[in-house]
């Protein structure tokens, strides 16, 4: 409200019906009412409408000009009076139902508490029920409501200012939490490039390795189909060798034939010359019984009631080997490794015998490896004897070891 305007004196209450124009308004009333009721910029254009051109002045020119044309009737008034009934049209059409100044004075207070009181104003000063008290009162209410809107006012702009200063703040933050970012995903991208490059690296090694083992398996199968019978000559190469092992075997059974032939036949020149000898001497003597001279054997290790199973060997021989066990208190078993006995068989003969004795002279190839593997997973002791003789035989068990 303008200092410079002042209450006039009390006019009469209306008794008309119609309402009031803002002409016809006390001047102090044209002050709030213009700037309350019209935003600047709304005034601006009515004010450079009627000037026919653009207005130069500013905001507080405009605003006092404004108020002084509508002390009268003309065209700026007018054209004041028409925007003010345009705008509000809605609250005129609810305070037409005042039909006292006591209920024109009820919305106005419903307005205040609502905090809606631009059309309010206008509409309780121009209604035909509006007394000079109640004029008074509205024009003091309303000056009350822009020293508070003021004071709302500079809050509020003191808030903007606090959230503006908040929010540059936070720009700033965001704009280094952003560089941050960047900085992080430029820092992935490059070690995902590199694990990229890593990956394709040991791809291109490991399609150079396939390539590398299928040319091998080519040049493996070209080798193969340019050497005829290639399996065949493996076949005969490992029988080969199985009967190069047998002929080594064979041989050494041959030289120990040999041997035992020579000392059989050393044995009986003495024995010949001993009973030439015995004969001279028993047509000078009288008779008497020879003495017998029976062999007895150092045995290491005790095999009374063990049982002992020989592998391979003469079958004449058996009976003599199984003399010869038993005169030690052993039981005696033979296995002959797979030539007339059941071959299946000589897996249990193995697990029940204490002591196995392998003639390996005379035992198949198969059945001499699987004794020799059979005694070494068991800890089974085995004795091989190369020689299927009786007196082989004889001191291979003397020097088993104890």
Known sequence: MCDKHQLPAAPAEAQTSRRRRIWELGHTCHCPLVGVGLPLAVLRK???????????????????GTVSECGTRNKLSE??????????????????AAKCSEQLAELWRAAVANGDVAGAFWAGLTHPRCTTELEERMCRDLHMIQHQAGACVRADLNRFNSTLEDNTRQAREIVRLQQRSAAVQLERTAEQEQQASQLMQL???????DSIIDSLRSELDQLRSSIPGLETRERLAQRLSQTDERE???????????????????????????????????ADAPPQAPPVVEHI??????????????VG?????????????????AQFAHHDGGLED???????????ADLVICQTGCISHSAYWRVKDFCKRTGKRCVFIDNPSISSLQRGLEELTP
Do not use: W
């Open 248 to 282: 080594r075997l064979l041989r050494n059974q041959v030289a120990e034939l040999r041997r035992e032939l020579s000392l059989a036949q050393a044995q009986l020149q003495a024995q010949a010359q001993d009973a030439t000898l015995n004969a001279a001497l028993a």
């Open 297 to 310: 054997m150092k045995m290491p290790v005790s095999l009374n009631e063990r049982s002992v199973l020989c």
């Open 203 to 209: 791809r291109a090694q490991l399609v150079g390795r």
């Open 79 to 96: 054209a004041v009076q028409k925007e003010l009934e345009r705008r509000y049209a809605a609250v005129l059409l609810r305070f037409r």
């Open 46 to 64: 009515l004010v450079g409408k009627i000037t026919g051109g653009k207005v130069l002045a500013d905001d507080y020119e405009i605003h006092v």
């Open 313 to 329: 060997g003469r079958s004449g021989n058996v009976a003599t080997y199984r003399a010869l066990i038993e005169r030690v208190g």
């Open 342 to 352: 059941n071959a299946n068989k000589l897996e249990a003969s193995l697990a029940a």
